[in-house]
């Protein structure tokens, strides 16, 4: 990455980081060692419930997931990030198959100061070839030759946190008044993904974002920080935005765009964006619970009725994410599609 800053990286004035952000007051966190316990205490899904209202994101403790897989996953993303451009091109994403390394990704058309490196679960993954076509293309991971054993490493993660996203599922749908599997379903065959991030220090950190402001598209997300820090989420009921703290071993959770339609906005996904910084690098590693590629997305009806009528049309869950993914490949001249394209005009 070059060292001056170059223009496609410049934020437009109103989204540069602000030096001061607040630490205190942030996004709770929730123990969730009471899912040890059946049946699932009142009181936990009481707690997801109150922080996927007020923030659309929460932080979790306590959540199974073997400490070990995910020392070994961030030190394969040491090691990998740490190779020479042209070697992590080997592995570069292309229009054909976007899993791999990447490095120019636009966030709403600005550069991200960032690097990445996509993947997914399972072995192959099918999404729609085009936008609105009934032809599939199947998608395949592409792993570097170094470090050696990084496909078992990611996958042995991949399938920790792939479980702890299944239990947020149940807790999220028990929280709505739902049953606990009500979501299970569309989630059988996933278009997940998981994604190494690397945010170089940058020079110009007061200009540029890691990630520009974005909400995520699909149904939740399980992240994990490093102890560097520079999540900041956008708080619904003032609008500033909020500093994630980092905590050693936890999991930054937040709801997206699918549950905001599933649940007919009770819930909301919260914008949110990565401050950079001019000494450390960071790392991050998101995890996307996303649905099958042919599912139907629209409010459930349990969650509307005569006085609360659906506030979305119903969209193909393939084309939207396929026209986001194109749309992060691309500069474009307009605003990528969004949630808000689907909604019913009140
Ligand atoms: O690096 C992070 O903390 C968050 C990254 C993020 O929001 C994303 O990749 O969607
Ligand atoms: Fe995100």
Known sequence: MACEVDTAFIQAPEHRPKPHISEAGGIPTIDLSPLNNHPISTDLVAEVGAACREWGFFQVVNHGVPAELRRAVEAAAREFFGQSVEEKGKVRRDEANPLGYYDTENT????????VFDFIVKDVVVIPAEVESDEVQEIRNRWPEYPPGMSDTCKAYARGVEKLA???????????????????????????????????PCPTPHLALGVGRHKDAGGLTVLAQDDV???????????EWYRVKPIPDSYIINVGDLVQVWSNERYESAEHRV???????RFSI???????????????EEMTSEENPPKYKPFNW????????????????????????FKISD
């Open 286 to 300: 998101p995890f996307f619970f996303n649905p099958a590629h042919y599912t139907i997305v629209a409010p459930l």
């Open 318 to 341: 393939g084309d939207f994410f396929k026209t986001r993914k194109n749309s992060n490949f691309k500069k474009l001249d307009v605003e990528n599609l969004q949630i808000h394209h």
């Open 166 to 200: 299944f239990k947020l599922l149940e807790l999220i749908a028990l929280s709505l008044g739902l049953s606990g599997d009500r979501l299970n379903g569309f989630f059988s065959n996933q278009t997940s993904f998981l994604r190494l991030n690397h945010y170089p």
């Open 108 to 115: 709403k058309n600005v550069r991200d100061w960032k690097e």
């Open 275 to 281: 401050s950079v910084n001019s000494k450390r690098e």
């Open 229 to 239: 820090g520079g999540l900041d989420v956008k708080k619904k009921a003032d609008g």
